[in-house]
Nanobody
Framework: QVQLVESGGGLVQAGGSLRLSCAAS????????MGWYRQAPGKQRELVAT???????NYADSVKGRFTISRDNAKNTVYLQMNSLKSEDTAVYYC????????????????WGQGTQVTVSS
């Protein structure tokens, strides 16, 4: 089993910044895509940003130009730098990783972190 541990959430004023981190640990052969999702009260979980092992990124339109996803493959860690935060960014942010265990032909799985709360006050 692979565990994802998020950190960096908190309370910030509108226009401020936060940086989220998510570290993966456990029996990992390789990690493919890693990403951040969020879920606001009463809404479905939505994609925020993803990054492949090669560094290709994808962002939700609502965060383009404000958020930056990055990763450190050596540390199995993904980051989300959030700038110019808005009240509508308030949500629980979840980390996700698609990984392979047991070698090149091992099984593919996905794991989720426990979530970290981000609250933006207006």
């Amino acid at each position: 089993q692979v565990q994802l541990v998020e950190s960096g959430g908190g309370l910030v004023q509108a226009g401020g910044s936060l940086r989220l981190s998510c570290a993966a640990s456990g029996s990992i052969f390789s990690i493919n895509a890693m990403g951040w999702y969020r879920q606001a009260p009463g809404k479905q979980r939505e994609l925020v940003a993803t990054i492949t092992s090669g560094g290709s990124t994808n962002y939700a339109d609502s965060v383009k130009g404000r958020f930056t996803i990055s990763r450190d493959n050596a540390k199995n860690t993904v980051y989300l730098q959030m700038n110019s935060l808005k009240s509508e960014d308030t949500a629980v942010y979840y980390c996700n990783a698609d990984y392979r265990q047991g070698g090149w032909y091992g099984s593919l799985s996905t794991s989720w972190g426990q979530g970290t709360q981000v609250t933006v006050s207006s």
